[in-house]
Nanobody, 122 residues
Framework: QVQLVESGGGLVQAGASLSLSCAASMRTFSIYAMGWFRQAPGQEREFVAAIDWTGTNTYYAGSVKGRFTISRDNAKNTVYLQMNSLRPEDTAVYYC???????????????WGQGTQVTVSS
């Protein structure tokens, strides 16, 4: 059984930083790509960042590139999202997901966490 649990969300002011974590319960975490997505009220779920199984290759949405960093620790079965210079438009529920490749489409991911709320005030 695959379980993904996000943590680290919260309420911050614009310009602040937050670090999200996603702990995975699975035997073979190290062979899967992982992605972060977000969904704001009334909007579709959108791609934020993805990382391949080695952690070597990372991919970002244009809106977060240069501000967010995705990383992983395969020994801890955990993927991270470091978010700097947060903006009010970053407010959303953030989800991690497991995929066979670091896709940008949420439809390509098989398993999802329950999400963690990030709220950025102006």
């Amino acid at each position: 059984q695959v379980q993904l649990v996000e943590s680290g969300g919260g309420l911050v002011q614009a310009g602040a930083s937050l670090s999200l974590s996603c702990a995975a319960s699975m035997r073979t975490f190290s062979i899967y790509a992982m992605g972060w997505f977000r969904q704001a009220p009334g909007q579709e779920r959108e791609f934020v960042a993805a990382i391949d199984w080695t952690g070597t290759n990372t991919y970002y949405a244009g809106s977060v590139k240069g501000r967010f960093t995705i990383s992983r620790d395969n020994a801890k079965n955990t993927v991270y999202l470091q978010m700097n210079s947060l903006r009010p438009e970053d407010t959303a529920v953030y989800y991690c997901a497991r995929g066979s490749r670091p896709y940008t489409s949420p439809d390509r991911y098989e398993y999802w966490g329950q999400g963690t709320q990030v709220t950025v005030s102006s």
